[in-house]
């Protein structure tokens, strides 16, 4: 969940605006200052539930949302949305727009297409993995077509690629913030059997108006624009229908509108889209093959993604059937290879773990010529990786072309369909093959701009591996407690890592590692620190010191500055905290301890000596 959609979430459940005070945060979690805190207390469970929330802690007359390290993005979100609720309201607003651009626009559609993928893209690359090896299993005769066991293990491959625009619709709902529900019962129209069953068959109306007959099956495009209208026009229904009924009228309004629209509008529009680019292409390839090979290899993924290449199927199958030969189903492989070599620059060159085991798998599924996973799961995700893909499948493409290979059975394009190539030109053919797997790597090796585009969980300091052994100093003189002690949930609990306490004798909180100061918080109250070994350490002086506002803290760094073992990080005067009637207790907690075995003293004094161990 990004920050802007967790702010807006809490600042609903806490109550809204009217119902805050005052919000603010410290190193780990937001603060707020409620008139009514029983409305938040009422719905601590759904803020608990939230993607992006640790926990939730409710004391001191605060209403504590733990988040943990991006706890600052999620505040500054907060502020953006409601810009009186902070001081740097007038900033933000006074920030000059970007310009929109073709480019932005085009690559924040890309971005958009993309994203609705991310939640289900597990599941698509384990179905495609299972289409690939039942088109293997087919092709060395282990099974037939028409076997019960082939039949049920495809319904189970090709399920979700089939019902793709339900899938689509839900995760494209939840992007743009409509009814999830509603987008997936309009998604069902689209595909039900009826209506998928007038393609080819004599049109129908609507009140007069004719009915282009479309076959929405395993489309991306279609049901995108269908959520964008459903997102104009909810909020209209939203508001006209009293909260009474608002939840069953404003569902039936948007069904009794969008469908015929879909129908009418989108169906159409697909239609002359389909029509025009197989007239253009089959007029291609019979006048300047070379040109074919570069469109149809470099854009044919472009043409998967917008749901426009299904009128060239018919006509690739009616060359079939009239010549016996197919020269556009060749052509197609290049791309489909040019992908997958694409995915495997990615593989070999990421450091990011789920990115890398995404990368390896859709190699796989995209060689046995399904793409969806490695298109809206990495290259388009990253963007200059489909356009290294596009590039590479042209060339393999021209290739293909100027072969003048043909296909003699309709197939799937993918390593397995090559038999079907056999005959003129089919060695010239698998170079061309080659070179789009091979350029598509190279390319993407070279321009994909692969650990840039990646959203790398944690900072590249943290990808260090873990299993050299680090020994952490104590921070401050003074006597151990146990963790569990802390008479705060959040640390005690061990929900922000594992950790140790300090009563402190000493007003000198020293760094316990060599690293890099990573959290410099404005009151002082808490450090962080990235060892040079990749352990993220949080050192928090005293419980809810927050509210002190830097009182009795003196920072002796800056964030950003290199530290050794023993380097001075604050001076603080614990008896005036405890005075104050705060506990001075320091905490030294490792945030990323799940990546570690973690050994820690449990009890005795802490001077300047090992107290936990890393490995």
């Known amino acids: 969940m990004g920050e802007a959609t967790l702010a807006k979430q809490l600042l609903q459940l806490v109550g809204g605006k009217q119902n805050i005070e005052q919000v603010w945060h410290c190193a780990t979690r937001l603060r707020f200052t409620l008139k009514d805190p029983q409305k938040a207390t ?7 539930a939230l993607d992006g929330v640790i926990t939730v802690v409710e004391a001191s007359g605060q209403y504590q949302v733990v988040i943990g390290n991006n706890v600052s993005d999620v505040y500054q979100a907060i502020i ?3 810009p009186s609720l902070g001081d740097s309201a007038q900033v933000a607003n006074d920030q000059p727009k970007e310009k929109m651009t073709f480019k932005r626009a ?19 690359a384990g179905a495609g993995i299972l289409k690939g090896l039942l088109s293997l299993a087919v092709a060395v005769g282990w099974l037939t077509t028409k076997s019960g066991a082939y039949q049920i293990w495809w319904a189970a491959a090709d399920g979700i690629f089939y019902f793709l625009p339900i899938a689509l619709a839900f995760t494209a709902a939840k992007h743009l913030k409509v009814n999830p529900f509603v987008a997936m019962a309009i998604a069902a129209a689209m595909v039900y059997p009826n209506i998928v069953g007038l393609v080819g068959k004599p049109s129908i109306d609507f009140f007069g108006i004719p009915v282009v007959a479309a076959n929405y099956t395993a489309t991306v495009l279609p049901i995108l624009l269908v959520v964008v209208v459903q997102k104009f026009l909810e909020p209209f229904f939203n508001k006209i229908w009293h909260q009474s009924v608002r939840n069953i009228l404003a569902p039936l309004c948007l069904l009794v509108i969008i469908v015929p629209l879909t129908m009418l509008v989108v169906g159409p529009v697909s239609s002359i889209l ?10 291609l390839n019979k006048s300047v093959p070379a040109l074919a090979g570069m469109v149809l290899g470099g854009f044919w993924q472009v043409f998967v993604i917008f749901g426009v290449h299904w009128a060239l199927v018919p006509v690739m199958m009616n060359n079939i059937a009239q010549y016996g030969t197919d020269p556009m189903m060749p052509i197609l492989l290049p791309a489909v290879l040019a992908q997958a ?4 620059a990615v593989f070999l060159k990421t450091r990011d773990a789920k990115m890398k085991s995404l990368a390896g798998s859709s190699t796989i599924t995209a060689l046995f010529g399904v793409t969806e996973p490695t298109i809206y799961g990495i290259t388009l995700k990253l963007k200059k990786p489909f356009y290294c893909a596009c590039v590479a499948g042209a060339v393999g493409g021209i290739i293909v072309a100027m072969s ?4 003699n059975v309709a197939s799937l394009a993918s390593i397995l369909s090559l038999p079907t190539y056999l005959g003129k030109g089919f060695g010239v053919s698998v170079i061309g093959d080659i070179v789009a797997f091979v350029l598509g790597v190279a390319l993407t090796l070279v321009f994909g701009g692969i650990n840039a585009g990646v959203k790398e969980d944690k900072p590249q300091a943290t ?22 002690e802390v008479p705060d949930e959040v640390f005690s609990s061990g929900t922000m890592g594992q950790g140790i306490a300090i009563e402190p004798e000493d007003n000198l909180v020293k760094a316990p590692v060599a690293g890099t100061i990573s959290l410099v918080y ?29 009182k009795y803290f003196k920072p002796l760094i800056k964030q950003g500055q290199k530290v050794d073992v023993g380097t001075p990080l604050v001076e603080f005067d614990y008896q005036a905290i405890k005075a104050a009637g705060y506990a001075p207790t320091v905490l030294m907690i490792v945030t990323n301890s799940d990546r570690y075995q973690v050994e820690t003293r449990a009890d005795g004094t802490a001077a300047d000596d090992a107290l936990m161990t890393l490995a």
């Open 42 to 48: 009422a719905a601590k469970q759904k803020v608990e």
């Open 522 to 550: 404005p009151t002082a109250h808490a450090i962080g620190i990235t060892s040079e070994k990749g352990a993220e350490i949080l050192i928090h002086i005293g419980i809810d010191t927050v509210n002190l506002k830097g």
């Open 80 to 82: 953006k949305l409601e």
């Open 463 to 484: 990808q260090i591996a873990a299993d050299h052994a680090e020994t952490l100093a104590a921070p401050v003189k003074g006597t151990l407690v146990p963790l569990s």
């Open 341 to 344: 070599g694409a995915a495997f």
């Open 274 to 283: 389909s029509n025009g680019l197989a007239t253009a292409i089959v007029s």
């Open 106 to 124: 085009f690559n924040g559609l890309l971005t958009f297409i993309s994203g609705v993928f991310t939640p289900f893209l597990g599941a698509m």
């Open 404 to 407: 003048g290979a043909g296909s």
